[in-house]
């Protein structure tokens, strides 16, 4: 999604969390000072011209996984997702993160070649300091303020939706959703005001959930 686009939904969703452009833009200046590389061309061959299953983390993923083939797809975890799909036998291939759920797991799939592909914003900025310089794999980073030379912004905004618009905008040939459950009503209000926005984002990409 072209900056020009995407600034009116950033716009308002900082004003309907009350969020701070100039933390996020902070927490970008971080993430680009301690991220080692940038390997973004990595993700774009993972990406580009393949099928790919972008993983939420709803409750009900577990099941999805199982009625889902995986075969010949990319599969794109969204943050604690991750965890769920290894412990159901399916290392990811990409995890997008805003590092909130991450854990060593998540750095011992990337030791294995999965991609982390880690958000930076105004309220994670301790985690991004604490967990960037631990990565060792390949990696990429994200900012959902003005991108900078190292630290990419693909549109969205929670971690799943951000997969999607990550993975249309790398080229991807599909990309499927397993794991959203939008309407979830466990959730806490703030998570719950997550969840409708992304709905609007997913339908901007086409995905009715
Ligand atoms: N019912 C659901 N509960 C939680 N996440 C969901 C649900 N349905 C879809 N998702 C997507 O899965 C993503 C990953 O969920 P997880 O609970 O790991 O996220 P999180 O790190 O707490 O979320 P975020 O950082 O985006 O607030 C969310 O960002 C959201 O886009
Ligand atoms: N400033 C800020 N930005 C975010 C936040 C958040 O809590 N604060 N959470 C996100 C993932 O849901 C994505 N972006
Ligand atoms: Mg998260």
Known sequence: MKAEEWE?????????????REDDERAAQVLAELLPRDDIEILRSTIQGRDCIVCGNAPSLATDILTTDFSGKVVIAADAAARVLLGAGHRP????SDIDGMDDDFLAMNDLGTILVLHAHGDNIPLVRSWVPKVRGPVVGTTQAAPLAHVHNFGGFSDGDRCVFCAYELGAA???????????RSVDPVKHGKLMIARKLLQLCGHDV
């Open 8 to 20: 009116p939904y950033y716009s308002e969703i900082l004003d309907f969390f009350g969020f701070s």
């Open 174 to 184: 599909s990309v499927t959703l397993i794991g959203f459950d939008l309407d979830d």
């Open 93 to 96: 291939d990409v995890i997008l």
